[in-house]
């Protein structure tokens, strides 16, 4: 699975800068000097880092081959990717990265089937989104009071509802 991990944005000086819209919890491994990223558009890329920094709050970086800004300018909304593959897992296990998340099945602790986790949102409070057999959407909030289990080999998440959370919807 590929993830998104920056955007690029404009050129920045005439030496082939662009500034980065980082989209990752941890830019300095993903930007690292060497490191290669995948992109969207495929032909843009693959872009090996040449040089990273900061300047006024914002990521700097250098692609290999890209000399000036005219090239620079030419990367200008190209997103960023990493493959989910080369990211090392957490070693917190109540922490997980979205994409292990992202297509579990869900059930209750009954047993009962409710569906699959569709995206994971970042807001106040972290929230799943549950796309169910019928079509609907149901928002989990992601608290262990609710998420009492997550088996990520097995494929599976387990709910504890309150009375009401599942039919939200209807």
Do not use: C, N, W, Y
């Not at 980065?20 to 090996?48: I, Q």
């Not at 699959?116 to 989990?140: I, S, Y």
């Not at 909030?141 to 289990?149: G, I, K, N, Q, T």
């Amino acid at each position: 699975m590929q993830l998104v991990v920056g955007r690029i944005g404009r050129a920045h000086g005439v030496r082939g800068d662009v500034a980065v819209d980082v989209r990752t919890d941890d830019p300095a491994a993903r930007f690292a000097v060497g490191s290669v990223l995948a992109t969207d558009p495929a032909g843009t890329g693959p872009l090996r880092v040449a040089a990273t920094r900061r300047h006024s709050g914002k990521l700097l970086v250098r692609f290999e081959g890209v000399k000036d800004r005219d090239a620079a300018e030419e990367l200008r909304g190209t997103v960023l990717l990493v493959d989910s593959a080369d990211i090392a897992p957490i070693d917190d296990p109540d922490e997980f990265h979205d994409h292990e998340l992202i297509d579990l099945a869900v059930v209750t602790t009954d047993g009962d089937p409710v569906g699959r986790v569709e995206d994971v949102l970042h807001h106040a409070q972290d929230v799943l989104v549950v796309a169910t057999a019928d079509g609907r959407e149901v928002l989990v909030p992601f608290v262990s009071a609710l998420v009492p289990e997550v088996d990520v080999a097995a494929g599976r998440l387990v709910i504890d509802p309150p009375d009401g959370l599942l039919d939200l919807a209807e």
